[in-house]
């Protein structure tokens, strides 16, 4: 690593935050100041690109100058007065927790300007989607870095409006309804949970996250914690999204256009989950072990629904949408996320977020692979796929099929790729539960989510065999489908790198998030 000035550091991290929305008013100037194209739309497009790299960029820096032998350290903090009579702060940093999730945020974001410089989903000006995608990096990143519960909700509250015009307007059939439904679950759940945050801002005194979690709890009484984590546990349940909330998300997928559903799967689920994390085990330690076996609970129900709805979806005549699949299995994969963070304990709160970044890299993998599938089939309808394009994938595109079986068996958790760690670890952490935990109950529940492993090794092996196996007469007609383009293989090329990594060398993540989880649960952050 190289050693940069803090200052330096503290620049980087703004600009990350606040280069996006600088980036996104500057698309809808008449003229925008990215690198010129043959026409207004492909100079905006390439606008796009231009920002999200440079901000790709500064986030490869920031971990570059991170102190890695401090993980648990706030580091490239700004801290300046924001409303005085609140005691609300603009208030950046990043620890061993976030850095992760803003790279990617960063990342992916980037990846997904690329893919659209080339293929622009169907709809109103490229201008208008742009400065929506810059704008839903902004408040994602945003998310990651702020520490002032006030900002944090600000932050996580501008992603909606970005991506519902996303879905609504770019999206495909049932685009309006679903759009609709994203958002109003989203913004009731985010009303709750506004009300939460104000309780312990007000009863403790300050917004300051930081402070907060150093104070563990302490200065909150055990019913004011007890509200407070319902109230937020609510609103970040719906984002996660937690069964029974879930149901808005495989509408929203299903009617996305192909990065609208990279970035909610690989991104905006994340915020709740990262907000259990940060949030509530640090601040109200006490109100979170009462509802922690009843999160467990809901973390193993939702495991087990999401496979079995993706079961159902799988198999012949079910009439499956392949894309609504996937939007299924995120159910299931952050259940086991929920599940690491219910067990309070370094164990499962590291299987948690490790499991945040190898659903982000695989699922957002699959959906680009499944988005150039309709790109070229213009379905993803199972059953079409399999009887009329997909059948035997392997043979008419080889490259693109190897990349959909690669996905999916990451998917499922095979050993040496990055879904195994965060499952496994999470099951680990229900093995052995925190102290006044009852082990007996998070011994049931890690059963019922490694039957769950089953359940979801069994319809991902399914899809592969449908719509990349088989066999296809000799005399029938057996057209080609387009392999893999040269702006796909760049789009995609980094997850598949990335899944690799991780899985063969978890210590690279878990060497950043274990000092800064054991800090964290052990009386807040330094």
Not at 376 to 392: F, I, K, N, P, V
Request: proline share 6%; hydrophobic share 55%; glycine share 10%.
């Amino acid at each position: 690593m190289i050693d940069i000035n803090e200052s330096v550091m503290r620049v980087l991290l703004a600009f990350v935050v606040v280069g996006p929305l600088l980036g996104a008013a500057a698309a809808l100037l008449p003229a925008p100041p990215g690198l010129k194209g043959k026409s207004p739309e492909q100079a905006v497009l390439r606008h796009g690109v231009t920002v999200t790299g440079a901000v790709l960029l500064a986030a490869v820096v920031l971990v570059l100058g991170f102190d890695h032998d401090h993980p648990s350290k706030m580091q490239a903090g700004t801290d300046i007065s924001w409303i005085p009579a609140l005691d609300v702060r603009i208030h950046l940093g990043i620890d061993g927790i976030s850095l992760p999730l803003l790279v990617l945020t960063a990342l992916l974001t980037f990846l997904c300007a690329l893919y659209s410089y080339f293929k622009m989903p169907s709809g109103p000006s490229p201008k208008a989607f742009v400065a929506l995608l810059l704008v839903l990096e902004s408040g994602t990143l945003a998310t990651f870095a702020v520490l002032d519960l006030v900002l944090f909700f600000l932050a996580f509250e501008t992603v909606l409006i970005p991506m519902y015009f996303l879905i609504a307007r770019w999206g495909g059939e049932g685009r309006a309804g679903a759009a609709w439904k994203f958002i109003l679950f989203t913004l009731l759940g985010s009303v709750v949970m506004l009300l939460g945050l104000l309780l312990i801002g007000i009863t403790a005194g300050t917004f300051d996250m930081v402070a907060l979690a150093t104070d563990n709890g302490r200065s909150l009484t055990a019913s004011v914690q007890v509200i407070a984590v319902l109230a937020i546990g609510i609103g970040l349940a719906v984002k996660t999204p937690m069964w029974p909330l879930h149901s808005w998300l495989p509408d929203a997928h299903t009617a996305a256009p192909t990065v609208g559903s990279v970035l909610l799967a690989g991104v905006l689920l994340k915020m709740g989950t990262y907000g259990f994390v940060r949030i509530l085990l640090p601040i109200a330690p006490d109100g979170f072990r009462t509802f922690a076996p009843y999160l467990a609970a809901f973390a193993v129900v939702g495991i087990v629904y999401g496979s079995l709805a993706c079961l159902a979806l799988a198999r012949r005549g079910a009439k499956g949408d392949l894309k609504r699949l996937i939007a299924y299995s995120s159910v299931g994969h952050m259940g086991f996320v929920l599940l690491g963070v219910a067990t309070m304990t370094p164990t499962g709160v590291n299987g948690a977020l490790f499991a945040n970044i190898a659903h982000g890299l695989i699922t957002g993998l699959l959906f680009f692979v499944v988005g150039a599938l309709k790109d070229r089939t213009g379905t993803t309808d199972l059953d079409t796929l399999a009887e009329e394009s997909g059948h035997a994938l392997y043979g008419k595109a080889p490259r693109l099929g190897g990349l959909l079986a690669f996905a999916a068996v990451a998917s499922l958790g095979l050993p040496g790729l990055a879904g195994f760690w965060g499952e496994m670890l999470a099951l680990f952490g229900a093995f052995d539960p925190a102290q006044d935990l009852s082990r007996p109950a998070f011994l049931t529940f890690m059963a019922i989510a490694a039957f769950g492993t089953l359940l979801t090794a069994a319809y991902m092996l399914i899809v592969v065999r449908r719509v990349c196996m088989g066999a296809v007469p000799q005399d029938a007609p057996q057209p080609r489908l387009a392999d893999v383009r040269t702006y796909e293989f760049a789009a995609w090329t980094p997850l598949v790198v990335l899944t690799v990594v991780a899985g063969l060398w978890p210590r690279t993540l878990l060497g950043l998030t274990d000092p800064a989880v054991q800090q964290l649960l052990s009386g807040g952050t330094r």
